[in-house]
Protein backbone atom coordinates (compact mmCIF):
# COMPACT_ATOMS: atom_id res chain seq x y z
CA UNK A 1 0.00 0.00 0.00
CA UNK A 2 1.33 3.51 -1.02
CA UNK A 3 2.74 5.41 2.28
CA UNK A 4 1.44 8.52 0.77
CA UNK A 5 -1.88 8.58 -0.96
CA UNK A 6 -2.86 11.42 -2.98
CA UNK A 7 -6.52 12.86 -4.65
CA UNK A 8 -8.34 15.83 -6.39
CA UNK A 9 -5.95 16.48 -9.67
CA UNK A 10 -7.26 16.57 -12.83
CA UNK A 11 -8.48 19.25 -15.65
CA UNK A 12 -9.57 23.14 -14.40
CA UNK A 13 -10.50 26.11 -16.68
CA UNK A 14 -8.31 29.55 -15.79
CA UNK A 15 -9.78 30.65 -12.43
CA UNK A 16 -11.52 27.53 -11.24
CA UNK A 17 -10.23 25.70 -8.10
CA UNK A 18 -9.53 22.27 -6.89
CA UNK A 19 -8.34 20.47 -3.77
CA UNK A 20 -5.63 18.05 -3.54
CA UNK A 21 -5.54 15.81 -0.69
CA UNK A 22 -2.50 13.70 0.78
CA UNK A 23 -3.08 11.37 3.37
CA UNK A 24 -0.23 9.74 5.52
CA UNK A 25 -0.56 6.08 6.40
CA UNK A 26 -0.06 5.08 9.86
CA UNK A 27 3.27 3.32 9.03
CA UNK A 28 4.79 6.50 8.56
CA UNK A 29 5.87 7.63 12.14
CA UNK A 30 7.20 11.14 13.59
CA UNK A 31 5.89 13.83 10.73
CA UNK A 32 7.25 17.24 11.23
CA UNK A 33 5.90 18.86 8.01
CA UNK A 34 3.84 18.22 5.13
CA UNK A 35 4.00 19.83 1.95
CA UNK A 36 3.05 20.19 -1.92
CA UNK A 37 5.91 20.54 -4.43
CA UNK A 38 4.91 21.10 -8.10
CA UNK A 39 7.73 20.20 -11.18
CA UNK A 40 6.06 21.87 -14.55
CA UNK A 41 8.10 20.31 -18.07
CA UNK A 42 11.65 21.95 -18.24
CA UNK A 43 11.26 22.89 -14.84
CA UNK A 44 12.93 22.05 -11.26
CA UNK A 45 10.42 21.00 -8.64
CA UNK A 46 9.45 24.05 -6.12
CA UNK A 47 8.17 23.81 -2.95
CA UNK A 48 4.54 25.36 -3.57
CA UNK A 49 3.30 25.24 0.19
CA UNK A 50 4.41 23.54 3.56
CA UNK A 51 2.96 23.36 7.09
CA UNK A 52 4.46 21.96 10.38
CA UNK A 53 2.61 19.50 12.68
CA UNK A 54 2.61 22.84 15.20
CA UNK A 55 0.60 25.03 12.27
CA UNK A 56 3.02 27.23 10.41
CA UNK A 57 2.62 27.96 7.12
CA UNK A 58 4.93 28.54 4.23
CA UNK A 59 3.83 29.43 0.36
CA UNK A 60 5.65 30.49 -2.85
CA UNK A 61 5.26 33.76 -3.45
CA UNK A 62 3.88 32.68 -7.32
CA UNK A 63 0.53 31.22 -5.24
CA UNK A 64 0.05 33.17 -2.08
CA UNK A 65 -2.95 34.67 -1.49
CA UNK A 66 -4.88 32.22 -4.18
CA UNK A 67 -3.76 28.82 -2.35
CA UNK A 68 -4.06 27.80 1.27
CA UNK A 69 -2.74 24.87 2.92
CA UNK A 70 -4.17 22.58 5.74
CA UNK A 71 -4.24 20.08 8.20
CA UNK A 72 -6.06 17.27 9.94
CA UNK A 73 -3.70 15.92 12.74
CA UNK A 74 -5.97 13.58 13.75
CA UNK A 75 -6.32 12.01 10.00
CA UNK A 76 -2.56 12.73 9.12
CA UNK A 77 -3.64 14.58 6.24
CA UNK A 78 -2.81 17.60 4.40
CA UNK A 79 -4.91 19.38 2.05
CA UNK A 80 -4.12 22.71 -0.77
CA UNK A 81 -6.93 24.91 -1.76
CA UNK A 82 -6.39 25.98 -5.10
CA UNK A 83 -7.66 28.99 -6.25
CA UNK A 84 -8.08 31.77 -9.11
CA UNK A 85 -5.96 29.42 -11.12
CA UNK A 86 -3.96 29.68 -13.70
CA UNK A 87 -1.91 28.19 -16.46
CA UNK A 88 1.20 28.67 -14.88
CA UNK A 89 -0.29 26.43 -12.07
CA UNK A 90 -0.55 23.90 -14.40
CA UNK A 91 2.63 21.19 -13.29
CA UNK A 92 2.19 17.28 -11.63
CA UNK A 93 2.12 18.27 -7.64
CA UNK A 94 3.70 15.64 -5.20
CA UNK A 95 3.15 15.37 -1.64
CA UNK A 96 5.97 15.34 1.03
CA UNK A 97 6.28 14.26 4.52
CA UNK A 98 8.91 15.33 6.68
CA UNK A 99 9.72 12.70 9.44
CA UNK A 100 11.95 13.36 12.07
CA UNK A 101 12.95 10.72 15.08
CA UNK A 102 15.18 11.29 17.64
CA UNK A 103 17.76 8.80 18.90
CA UNK A 104 21.43 8.31 20.24
CA UNK A 105 23.47 9.98 18.72
CA UNK A 106 21.97 11.24 15.84
CA UNK A 107 18.42 12.61 14.93
CA UNK A 108 16.94 11.02 12.16
CA UNK A 109 15.51 12.09 8.66
CA UNK A 110 13.49 11.14 6.43
CA UNK A 111 11.47 12.72 3.11
CA UNK A 112 8.37 10.31 2.14
CA UNK A 113 6.75 11.07 -1.98
CA UNK A 114 3.92 10.32 -3.23
CA UNK A 115 3.33 9.58 -6.79
CA UNK A 116 2.47 12.54 -8.05
CA UNK A 117 -1.20 14.00 -9.49
CA UNK A 118 -1.68 15.91 -12.81
CA UNK A 119 -2.82 19.18 -12.25
CA UNK A 120 -3.80 20.85 -15.72
CA UNK A 121 -5.01 24.88 -16.00
CA UNK A 122 -6.28 25.51 -19.66
CA UNK A 123 -9.36 26.75 -21.64
Known amino acids: QEQLVESGGGLVQPGGSLRLSCAASGSIHSIVAMGWYRQAPGKQRELVASITSRGKTKYADSVKGRFTISGDTAKNTVYLQMNSLKPEDTAVYYC?????????????????WGQGTQVTVSS
Open 96 to 112: NAHTEKLGYPYIREYDY
